[in-house]
C-alpha cells in the first residue's frame, strides 16, 4: 500500500511588534465604545493624546474602540448656540465610557448663566446620573523637589479628593471628602 504525504507549508506570519505577539495570546477580546467630548481650551489636544494612548495600551489587550467625538461646552455653543447639544448626551448615554477634556473659557464668560459653557458640564452630570469628581494628588518623588511645599510635607502625597457637588445646580463652594490611599 501507498501512502501519499502532503507536507503543509503554511505562510510564514508577518513580524510581530510585542504588543502585538501579547494580544494574538490573549484570550478574551473586548471592545469599548467612548464618546469624545474634547470641549474647549487645551481639552481637544488632551484628548486627542489620550485617545492614542488608549488605542495603543488596548492593542496590548486585545481591546478595541469605537469612538464618537460630541460638542460639550463653547465649541458646542459656537456651533450650535446651546452649550450641550441633545445628541450629545444621548451619545454618551449609549457609550460604555465618556473622556471629558476642558470645558470653559474667556470666550464665553460674559454669556448669560444659560449660555456659559460651562452651563453644558452641569447639564451633563445628571444627564449621566454621575454626582462625584474625583481628583487623585500624587506628587511623584521626581518632582518632589518641584512644589512650593516642604518637601517633608510634600514627599509621599497620595491622595484622592472626591468633591461632590451638592449645592444645586453649580458645583462650586462644595463640601470635601479626602481619601487617603
Do not use: C
Request: aromatic share 8%.
Amino acid at each position: 500500500m501507498h501512502s501519499h504525504f502532503h507536507a503543509y507549508h503554511p505562510k510564514p506570519p508577518p513580524l510581530l511588534l510585542p504588543w502585538q505577539f501579547h494580544r494574538t495570546l490573549s484570550s478574551s477580546l473586548a471592545s469599548y465604545t467612548i464618546t469624545l467630548l474634547p470641549g474647549d481650551g487645551i481639552g481637544p489636544e488632551v484628548i486627542s493624546f489620550t485617545k492614542d494612548v488608549l488605542v495603543l495600551t488596548g492593542s496590548f489587550e486585545g481591546i478595541t474602540y469605537e469612538f464618537r467625538e460630541m460638542l460639550l461646552g463653547g465649541t458646542a455653543l459656537d456651533a450650535t448656540g446651546v452649550p450641550m447639544p441633545d445628541e450629545t448626551l444621548a451619545v454618551s448615554k449609549q457609550s460604555d465610557a465618556v473622556l471629558l477634556g476642558a470645558i470653559g473659557g474667556y470666550k464665553w464668560d460674559k454669556n448669560e448663566k444659560h449660555l456659559k459653557s460651562e452651563t453644558g458640564l452641569l447639564q451633563l452630570r445628571p444627564g449621566l446620573q454621575v454626582f462625584a469628581n474625583l481628583r487623585p494628588a500624587t506628587v511623584f518623588p521626581q518632582l518632589v523637589d518641584a512644589s512650593t511645599l516642604k518637601k517633608e510635607v510634600a514627599e509621599g502625597v497620595d491622595l484622592m479628593v472626591v468633591r461632590e457637588p451638592t449645592g444645586g445646580q453649580s458645583s462650586f463652594g462644595s463640601p470635601l471628602i479626602i481619601l487617603n490611599f
